[in-house]
Protein backbone atom coordinates (compact mmCIF):
# COMPACT_ATOMS: atom_id res chain seq x y z
CA UNK A 1 0.00 0.00 0.00
CA UNK A 2 1.00 3.65 -0.66
CA UNK A 3 2.64 4.98 2.66
CA UNK A 4 2.87 8.39 4.53
CA UNK A 5 6.64 8.96 2.48
CA UNK A 6 5.37 7.88 -0.77
CA UNK A 7 3.98 11.59 -0.36
CA UNK A 8 5.61 15.08 0.02
CA UNK A 9 6.49 16.02 3.31
CA UNK A 10 3.68 18.02 5.03
CA UNK A 11 0.86 16.34 2.78
CA UNK A 12 -2.55 15.81 5.57
CA UNK A 13 -3.72 12.67 6.35
CA UNK A 14 -7.31 12.41 8.08
CA UNK A 15 -10.93 10.71 8.74
CA UNK A 16 -14.12 12.00 7.85
CA UNK A 17 -17.62 11.70 9.70
CA UNK A 18 -20.88 14.02 9.52
CA UNK A 19 -23.13 14.97 12.08
CA UNK A 20 -26.27 13.62 11.29
CA UNK A 21 -24.70 10.68 9.90
CA UNK A 22 -23.19 9.27 13.44
CA UNK A 23 -23.83 11.54 16.43
CA UNK A 24 -27.45 10.40 17.83
CA UNK A 25 -29.78 13.37 16.87
CA UNK A 26 -32.16 12.44 19.73
CA UNK A 27 -30.05 13.28 22.59
CA UNK A 28 -28.84 16.61 23.80
CA UNK A 29 -31.71 19.19 22.85
CA UNK A 30 -31.19 19.14 18.86
CA UNK A 31 -33.96 20.66 16.91
CA UNK A 32 -35.95 18.10 14.40
CA UNK A 33 -34.23 17.92 10.84
CA UNK A 34 -35.61 17.20 7.40
CA UNK A 35 -34.08 14.70 7.51
CA UNK A 36 -36.43 13.00 10.87
CA UNK A 37 -39.11 14.66 8.49
CA UNK A 38 -38.25 12.68 5.20
CA UNK A 39 -37.48 9.10 6.96
CA UNK A 40 -40.66 9.52 8.74
CA UNK A 41 -42.27 9.65 5.08
CA UNK A 42 -43.35 6.34 3.92
CA UNK A 43 -40.71 4.37 1.09
CA UNK A 44 -38.16 7.47 1.51
CA UNK A 45 -35.45 5.46 3.41
CA UNK A 46 -34.52 1.85 3.79
CA UNK A 47 -36.17 0.53 6.57
CA UNK A 48 -37.54 3.88 7.65
CA UNK A 49 -34.49 4.62 9.72
CA UNK A 50 -33.08 7.45 10.90
CA UNK A 51 -29.97 9.60 13.16
CA UNK A 52 -31.94 9.35 16.22
CA UNK A 53 -29.54 7.08 17.44
CA UNK A 54 -27.17 6.23 14.68
CA UNK A 55 -23.55 5.79 16.04
CA UNK A 56 -24.38 7.21 19.34
CA UNK A 57 -21.11 9.04 18.67
CA UNK A 58 -22.53 11.94 21.20
CA UNK A 59 -21.72 9.55 24.51
CA UNK A 60 -18.89 8.07 22.87
CA UNK A 61 -16.77 10.78 21.06
CA UNK A 62 -13.98 10.21 23.28
CA UNK A 63 -13.21 6.47 22.25
CA UNK A 64 -14.16 7.79 18.70
CA UNK A 65 -11.15 10.57 19.10
CA UNK A 66 -9.03 7.49 20.39
CA UNK A 67 -9.37 5.03 17.04
CA UNK A 68 -8.46 8.53 14.96
CA UNK A 69 -5.13 9.19 17.24
CA UNK A 70 -4.18 5.74 17.36
CA UNK A 71 -4.13 5.26 13.57
CA UNK A 72 -1.92 8.07 13.20
CA UNK A 73 -4.44 10.55 11.29
CA UNK A 74 -3.34 14.39 11.59
CA UNK A 75 -7.00 15.30 10.56
CA UNK A 76 -10.14 14.72 11.45
CA UNK A 77 -12.79 16.82 9.05
CA UNK A 78 -16.41 16.29 11.43
CA UNK A 79 -19.09 18.61 10.85
CA UNK A 80 -21.76 20.73 13.19
CA UNK A 81 -25.69 20.31 13.04
CA UNK A 82 -27.41 23.35 12.31
CA UNK A 83 -30.38 22.24 14.50
CA UNK A 84 -28.34 20.94 17.63
CA UNK A 85 -26.95 24.59 17.70
CA UNK A 86 -30.22 26.40 16.68
CA UNK A 87 -33.14 23.99 16.97
CA UNK A 88 -35.44 26.42 15.35
CA UNK A 89 -32.76 27.46 12.39
CA UNK A 90 -32.64 30.74 14.21
CA UNK A 91 -32.89 32.72 17.20
CA UNK A 92 -32.73 30.59 20.85
CA UNK A 93 -29.53 28.76 20.62
CA UNK A 94 -28.84 25.12 22.54
CA UNK A 95 -26.16 25.41 25.14
CA UNK A 96 -26.01 22.03 25.21
CA UNK A 97 -24.79 21.96 21.85
CA UNK A 98 -22.40 24.34 21.71
CA UNK A 99 -21.02 22.54 24.87
CA UNK A 100 -20.85 19.08 22.77
CA UNK A 101 -18.78 20.94 19.48
CA UNK A 102 -16.28 22.88 22.46
CA UNK A 103 -15.56 19.80 24.23
CA UNK A 104 -15.28 17.92 20.87
CA UNK A 105 -12.53 20.45 19.59
CA UNK A 106 -10.74 20.49 22.55
CA UNK A 107 -11.19 16.64 22.76
CA UNK A 108 -8.88 16.64 19.13
CA UNK A 109 -6.78 19.21 20.02
CA UNK A 110 -5.92 17.53 23.09
CA UNK A 111 -5.26 13.95 21.49
CA UNK A 112 -2.66 15.94 18.44
CA UNK A 113 -5.95 15.90 15.84
CA UNK A 114 -6.02 18.77 13.82
CA UNK A 115 -10.18 20.39 13.37
CA UNK A 116 -11.54 20.81 9.79
CA UNK A 117 -15.20 21.73 10.19
CA UNK A 118 -17.67 21.12 7.97
CA UNK A 119 -21.01 23.97 8.74
CA UNK A 120 -23.44 22.00 7.41
CA UNK A 121 -23.59 18.60 6.11
CA UNK A 122 -27.29 17.98 5.19
CA UNK A 123 -29.58 18.39 8.70
CA UNK A 124 -31.40 20.87 7.90
CA UNK A 125 -33.64 22.29 10.65
CA UNK A 126 -37.80 21.58 10.28
CA UNK A 127 -38.27 24.85 11.01
CA UNK A 128 -36.80 26.24 7.89
CA UNK A 129 -37.72 23.54 6.01
CA UNK A 130 -41.05 24.88 6.65
CA UNK A 131 -40.34 27.82 5.11
CA UNK A 132 -39.18 26.20 1.50
CA UNK A 133 -35.99 25.42 3.39
CA UNK A 134 -33.07 25.94 0.37
CA UNK A 135 -35.41 26.80 -2.08
CA UNK A 136 -36.32 30.01 0.28
CA UNK A 137 -33.75 33.13 -1.28
CA UNK A 138 -33.69 34.16 2.84
CA UNK A 139 -31.90 30.97 3.56
CA UNK A 140 -28.19 32.70 2.41
CA UNK A 141 -28.78 35.37 5.58
CA UNK A 142 -30.07 32.29 7.77
CA UNK A 143 -27.17 30.13 7.25
CA UNK A 144 -24.53 32.99 7.79
CA UNK A 145 -25.74 33.69 11.37
CA UNK A 146 -25.84 30.60 12.14
CA UNK A 147 -21.85 29.95 10.94
CA UNK A 148 -20.92 32.99 12.67
CA UNK A 149 -22.52 31.58 16.02
CA UNK A 150 -20.78 27.88 16.03
CA UNK A 151 -17.47 29.57 14.67
CA UNK A 152 -17.81 32.25 17.76
CA UNK A 153 -17.75 29.54 20.03
CA UNK A 154 -15.29 26.75 18.57
CA UNK A 155 -13.72 29.21 15.65
CA UNK A 156 -10.50 30.08 17.26
CA UNK A 157 -9.44 26.40 17.81
CA UNK A 158 -10.52 25.47 13.87
CA UNK A 159 -7.73 24.24 11.66
CA UNK A 160 -9.66 24.89 8.55
CA UNK A 161 -13.44 25.63 7.66
CA UNK A 162 -15.86 24.26 4.86
CA UNK A 163 -19.41 26.05 4.58
CA UNK A 164 -21.80 23.47 3.08
CA UNK A 165 -20.91 19.47 2.15
CA UNK A 166 -21.65 18.69 -1.51
CA UNK A 167 -24.14 21.77 -2.29
CA UNK A 168 -24.94 19.28 -5.37
CA UNK A 169 -26.62 17.13 -3.05
CA UNK A 170 -27.94 19.67 -0.85
CA UNK A 171 -30.01 20.94 -3.99
CA UNK A 172 -30.67 18.81 -6.66
CA UNK A 173 -30.78 15.69 -4.78
CA UNK A 174 -33.17 17.35 -2.29
CA UNK A 175 -35.22 19.40 -5.23
CA UNK A 176 -34.77 17.62 -8.44
CA UNK A 177 -34.46 13.85 -7.87
CA UNK A 178 -35.77 13.60 -4.49
CA UNK A 179 -33.55 11.20 -3.17
CA UNK A 180 -32.46 13.21 -0.42
CA UNK A 181 -34.52 15.47 2.32
CA UNK A 182 -36.18 17.25 1.62
CA UNK A 183 -37.58 14.60 -0.89
CA UNK A 184 -38.52 17.62 -3.59
CA UNK A 185 -38.95 17.19 -7.20
CA UNK A 186 -39.42 20.32 -8.78
CA UNK A 187 -36.95 21.98 -11.44
CA UNK A 188 -38.00 25.37 -10.27
CA UNK A 189 -37.40 25.04 -6.57
CA UNK A 190 -34.10 22.64 -7.42
CA UNK A 191 -32.15 25.38 -9.42
CA UNK A 192 -33.41 28.00 -6.71
CA UNK A 193 -31.80 25.85 -4.24
CA UNK A 194 -28.90 25.19 -6.59
CA UNK A 195 -28.32 29.15 -6.71
CA UNK A 196 -29.29 29.52 -2.88
CA UNK A 197 -26.97 27.33 -1.75
CA UNK A 198 -24.14 28.85 -3.27
CA UNK A 199 -25.30 32.28 -1.84
CA UNK A 200 -25.56 30.94 1.24
CA UNK A 201 -21.82 29.47 0.68
CA UNK A 202 -20.88 32.64 -0.33
CA UNK A 203 -22.58 34.78 2.39
CA UNK A 204 -20.95 32.82 4.94
CA UNK A 205 -16.96 33.04 3.74
CA UNK A 206 -17.48 36.76 3.66
CA UNK A 207 -19.15 36.69 7.08
CA UNK A 208 -16.35 34.96 8.75
CA UNK A 209 -13.81 36.65 6.81
CA UNK A 210 -14.86 39.57 8.05
CA UNK A 211 -15.21 38.20 11.29
CA UNK A 212 -11.54 37.47 11.20
CA UNK A 213 -11.47 33.75 9.99
CA UNK A 214 -9.03 32.38 7.61
CA UNK A 215 -8.47 29.07 6.17
CA UNK A 216 -11.92 29.18 4.71
CA UNK A 217 -13.17 26.11 1.92
CA UNK A 218 -15.69 24.85 -0.19
CA UNK A 219 -16.73 21.16 -0.63
CA UNK A 220 -17.61 20.06 -3.95
CA UNK A 221 -18.22 16.50 -4.82
CA UNK A 222 -17.39 15.24 -8.58
CA UNK A 223 -19.11 11.90 -11.08
CA UNK A 224 -17.21 10.75 -13.54
CA UNK A 225 -19.19 10.17 -16.75
CA UNK A 226 -18.19 7.99 -19.76
CA UNK A 227 -20.45 7.87 -22.87
CA UNK A 228 -22.52 5.32 -23.81
CA UNK A 229 -21.22 5.85 -27.60
CA UNK A 230 -20.29 8.27 -29.79
CA UNK A 231 -23.17 9.95 -30.95
CA UNK A 232 -23.27 13.54 -31.09
CA UNK A 233 -26.70 12.96 -28.58
CA UNK A 234 -24.51 11.25 -26.79
CA UNK A 235 -21.98 14.07 -26.78
CA UNK A 236 -24.71 16.73 -25.46
CA UNK A 237 -25.80 14.98 -22.93
CA UNK A 238 -22.18 14.06 -21.37
CA UNK A 239 -22.16 18.09 -21.48
CA UNK A 240 -25.51 18.69 -19.60
CA UNK A 241 -24.90 16.02 -17.13
CA UNK A 242 -21.26 17.36 -17.17
CA UNK A 243 -22.48 20.67 -16.25
CA UNK A 244 -25.17 19.86 -13.52
CA UNK A 245 -22.80 17.44 -11.66
CA UNK A 246 -19.56 18.73 -12.15
CA UNK A 247 -18.84 22.57 -13.00
CA UNK A 248 -22.09 24.75 -11.74
CA UNK A 249 -20.71 24.98 -8.22
CA UNK A 250 -16.92 25.44 -9.20
CA UNK A 251 -18.15 27.94 -11.64
CA UNK A 252 -19.92 29.97 -9.77
CA UNK A 253 -17.22 29.79 -6.93
CA UNK A 254 -13.86 30.45 -9.49
CA UNK A 255 -15.42 32.25 -12.23
CA UNK A 256 -18.14 33.80 -10.54
CA UNK A 257 -20.53 32.49 -13.60
CA UNK A 258 -22.21 29.41 -14.08
CA UNK A 259 -22.11 27.23 -17.13
CA UNK A 260 -23.86 29.03 -20.15
CA UNK A 261 -25.52 26.16 -21.39
CA UNK A 262 -27.06 25.77 -18.12
CA UNK A 263 -28.45 29.04 -17.62
CA UNK A 264 -29.78 28.86 -21.36
CA UNK A 265 -31.81 25.53 -20.47
CA UNK A 266 -33.07 26.57 -16.83
CA UNK A 267 -31.66 29.87 -15.91
CA UNK A 268 -35.48 31.11 -16.04
CA UNK A 269 -36.29 29.59 -13.05
CA UNK A 270 -33.17 31.57 -10.87
CA UNK A 271 -34.16 34.11 -8.78
CA UNK A 272 -34.69 37.60 -9.66
CA UNK A 273 -31.31 39.14 -9.87
CA UNK A 274 -29.45 36.14 -9.32
CA UNK A 275 -26.44 38.03 -11.66
CA UNK A 276 -26.31 40.72 -8.79
CA UNK A 277 -25.06 37.88 -6.00
CA UNK A 278 -22.34 36.22 -8.23
CA UNK A 279 -19.85 38.56 -6.74
CA UNK A 280 -20.91 37.29 -3.50
CA UNK A 281 -21.20 33.19 -4.99
CA UNK A 282 -17.42 34.11 -5.57
CA UNK A 283 -15.80 35.55 -2.50
CA UNK A 284 -12.00 33.85 -2.81
CA UNK A 285 -11.75 30.63 -0.66
CA UNK A 286 -8.47 29.36 0.27
CA UNK A 287 -8.37 26.04 -0.04
CA UNK A 288 -11.45 23.43 -2.20
CA UNK A 289 -12.35 20.06 -1.15
CA UNK A 290 -12.96 17.44 -3.69
CA UNK A 291 -15.21 14.68 -2.81
CA UNK A 292 -15.21 11.62 -5.29
CA UNK A 293 -16.08 7.78 -5.46
CA UNK A 294 -17.47 6.85 -8.69
CA UNK A 295 -17.82 6.89 -12.76
CA UNK A 296 -21.07 5.87 -14.39
CA UNK A 297 -22.01 5.59 -18.08
CA UNK A 298 -23.97 8.49 -19.43
CA UNK A 299 -26.90 7.88 -22.19
CA UNK A 300 -29.53 10.99 -23.51
CA UNK A 301 -33.20 10.97 -22.52
CA UNK A 302 -36.11 11.66 -24.00
CA UNK A 303 -38.00 14.00 -21.34
CA UNK A 304 -36.95 17.54 -19.48
CA UNK A 305 -33.49 18.88 -18.38
CA UNK A 306 -31.17 17.48 -17.71
CA UNK A 307 -32.34 14.79 -20.16
CA UNK A 308 -29.45 11.74 -19.16
CA UNK A 309 -29.93 8.27 -18.19
CA UNK A 310 -27.44 6.33 -16.18
CA UNK A 311 -26.51 2.82 -18.09
CA UNK A 312 -25.46 0.08 -16.20
CA UNK A 313 -21.24 0.03 -16.80
CA UNK A 314 -18.89 -3.14 -16.67
CA UNK A 315 -16.77 -2.24 -14.30
CA UNK A 316 -16.43 -3.53 -10.33
CA UNK A 317 -18.63 -2.24 -8.24
CA UNK A 318 -18.65 -1.38 -4.31
CA UNK A 319 -21.85 -2.30 -2.31
CA UNK A 320 -23.41 0.97 -3.81
CA UNK A 321 -23.50 -0.19 -6.93
CA UNK A 322 -20.92 2.16 -8.05
CA UNK A 323 -18.13 1.50 -10.28
CA UNK A 324 -14.68 1.76 -9.18
CA UNK A 325 -12.95 4.34 -11.59
CA UNK A 326 -9.62 5.64 -9.67
CA UNK A 327 -8.53 7.56 -12.49
CA UNK A 328 -11.84 9.62 -11.87
CA UNK A 329 -9.63 11.40 -9.22
CA UNK A 330 -6.89 12.14 -11.24
CA UNK A 331 -9.33 13.83 -13.82
CA UNK A 332 -11.04 15.80 -11.12
CA UNK A 333 -8.16 17.13 -9.30
CA UNK A 334 -6.64 18.30 -12.68
CA UNK A 335 -9.74 19.76 -13.76
CA UNK A 336 -10.11 21.97 -10.57
CA UNK A 337 -6.73 23.29 -11.09
CA UNK A 338 -6.66 23.27 -14.97
CA UNK A 339 -9.75 25.38 -15.20
CA UNK A 340 -10.92 26.53 -12.01
CA UNK A 341 -9.00 26.33 -9.06
CA UNK A 342 -5.49 27.23 -10.11
CA UNK A 343 -2.69 27.47 -6.77
CA UNK A 344 -5.41 27.00 -4.48
CA UNK A 345 -4.62 24.01 -2.21
CA UNK A 346 -6.88 21.21 -2.76
CA UNK A 347 -8.01 18.61 -0.37
CA UNK A 348 -9.69 14.92 -0.84
CA UNK A 349 -12.26 15.78 1.66
CA UNK A 350 -13.62 12.32 0.65
CA UNK A 351 -12.96 9.35 -0.78
CA UNK A 352 -13.79 5.75 -0.03
CA UNK A 353 -16.07 2.73 -0.52
CA UNK A 354 -19.08 0.74 0.85
CA UNK A 355 -19.03 -2.68 1.26
CA UNK A 356 -21.13 -5.61 3.00
CA UNK A 357 -18.36 -5.93 5.99
CA UNK A 358 -18.99 -8.95 8.44
CA UNK A 359 -16.95 -9.28 12.47
CA UNK A 360 -15.92 -12.72 12.19
CA UNK A 361 -13.56 -13.47 15.16
CA UNK A 362 -13.20 -9.85 16.29
CA UNK A 363 -11.52 -9.03 12.38
CA UNK A 364 -12.89 -7.59 9.45
CA UNK A 365 -11.55 -8.68 6.51
CA UNK A 366 -12.14 -5.91 3.98
CA UNK A 367 -9.15 -6.29 1.28
CA UNK A 368 -11.56 -5.09 -1.16
CA UNK A 369 -11.40 -1.55 1.15
CA UNK A 370 -7.67 -1.26 1.28
CA UNK A 371 -7.24 -2.11 -2.67
CA UNK A 372 -9.33 0.63 -3.31
CA UNK A 373 -8.06 3.31 -1.13
CA UNK A 374 -5.05 1.98 -2.31
CA UNK A 375 -5.62 2.91 -6.20
CA UNK A 376 -6.98 6.33 -5.11
CA UNK A 377 -3.77 6.78 -3.43
CA UNK A 378 -1.95 5.91 -6.35
CA UNK A 379 -4.04 8.36 -8.27
CA UNK A 380 -3.43 11.29 -6.26
CA UNK A 381 -0.04 11.13 -5.90
CA UNK A 382 -0.01 10.94 -10.23
CA UNK A 383 -1.93 13.98 -9.75
CA UNK A 384 0.78 16.14 -7.04
CA UNK A 385 3.48 14.39 -9.73
CA UNK A 386 1.27 16.41 -12.66
CA UNK A 387 1.83 19.44 -10.39
CA UNK A 388 -2.02 19.66 -8.82
CA UNK A 389 -1.87 21.49 -5.61
CA UNK A 390 -3.13 18.63 -3.55
CA UNK A 391 -1.95 19.12 0.30
CA UNK A 392 -4.05 16.15 2.14
CA UNK A 393 -6.25 13.48 1.81
CA UNK A 394 -9.23 12.32 3.90
CA UNK A 395 -10.80 8.90 3.90
CA UNK A 396 -14.77 8.16 4.10
CA UNK A 397 -15.55 7.51 6.13
CA UNK A 398 -13.99 6.88 9.98
CA UNK A 399 -16.67 4.41 10.84
CA UNK A 400 -20.02 3.03 9.84
CA UNK A 401 -22.95 5.24 9.90
CA UNK A 402 -26.35 6.33 8.29
CA UNK A 403 -26.06 6.52 5.11
CA UNK A 404 -29.02 8.60 4.62
CA UNK A 405 -31.85 7.20 2.08
CA UNK A 406 -29.51 3.77 2.19
CA UNK A 407 -30.19 3.42 6.19
CA UNK A 408 -27.91 1.44 7.81
CA UNK A 409 -27.49 -1.19 5.39
CA UNK A 410 -24.61 0.30 3.78
CA UNK A 411 -21.01 0.41 5.32
CA UNK A 412 -18.41 2.79 4.40
CA UNK A 413 -16.38 2.81 7.85
CA UNK A 414 -12.54 1.74 8.52
CA UNK A 415 -13.88 0.84 11.64
CA UNK A 416 -16.83 -1.47 12.01
CA UNK A 417 -20.32 -0.53 14.00
CA UNK A 418 -22.58 -3.18 15.88
CA UNK A 419 -25.22 -0.90 15.65
CA UNK A 420 -27.07 -2.98 18.48
CA UNK A 421 -24.93 -3.05 20.75
CA UNK A 422 -22.23 0.12 19.29
CA UNK A 423 -19.63 -1.97 19.78
CA UNK A 424 -16.32 -0.62 17.11
CA UNK A 425 -14.70 -3.07 15.65
CA UNK A 426 -11.77 -1.62 13.74
CA UNK A 427 -11.65 -3.37 10.06
CA UNK A 428 -8.52 -4.76 8.19
CA UNK A 429 -8.40 -1.06 6.29
CA UNK A 430 -8.37 0.84 9.83
CA UNK A 431 -5.12 -1.01 10.44
CA UNK A 432 -3.41 -1.10 6.56
CA UNK A 433 -3.76 2.84 6.70
CA UNK A 434 -2.42 2.67 10.68
CA UNK A 435 0.88 1.02 9.01
CA UNK A 436 0.86 2.73 6.20
CA UNK A 437 0.49 6.33 8.08
CA UNK A 438 3.58 5.38 10.12
CA UNK A 439 5.99 4.35 7.79
C1 LIG B 1 -21.17 11.71 0.24
C2 LIG B 1 -21.65 12.35 1.51
C3 LIG B 1 -21.38 11.53 2.74
C4 LIG B 1 -21.59 10.06 2.49
C5 LIG B 1 -20.82 9.63 1.27
C6 LIG B 1 -20.92 8.16 0.98
O1 LIG B 1 -21.93 12.19 -0.82
O2 LIG B 1 -21.03 13.59 1.69
O3 LIG B 1 -22.18 12.02 3.78
O4 LIG B 1 -22.93 9.79 2.40
O5 LIG B 1 -21.29 10.34 0.16
Known amino acids: MYKRSDFPAGFQFGASTAAYQIEGHSFGGAGRTHWDDFAATSGNVVRAENGAVACDHYHRWEADLDLIRDAGFDAYRFSTSWARVLPEGRGAVNA ?49 DYAEIIMGRVGDRIWKTATINELYCVSVLGYLTGHHAPGTRNVRAAVRAMHNVSLAHGTAVEA ?43 SGFFKGAYPEGLVELVGQHLPEGWQDDMKTVSTPVDWLGVNYYFSTIVAADDGPWPAVRQVEGPLPKTQMGWEIYPDGLRHFLRMCADEYSGETPLYITENGMANADLVDGGAVADQVRIDYLDQHFAKARQAIDEGVPLEGYFVWSLMDNYE ?36
Open 404 to 439: WALGYEKRFGIVHVDFDSQERTPKASYHALKAALAS
Open 208 to 250: LRAAGYGDLGAVCNFTHHRPVDDSPETAAAMQRADDLDNRFFL
Open 96 to 144: EGLDFYDRLVDGMLERGIKPMITLYHWELPSALADLGGWANNDVAKWFA
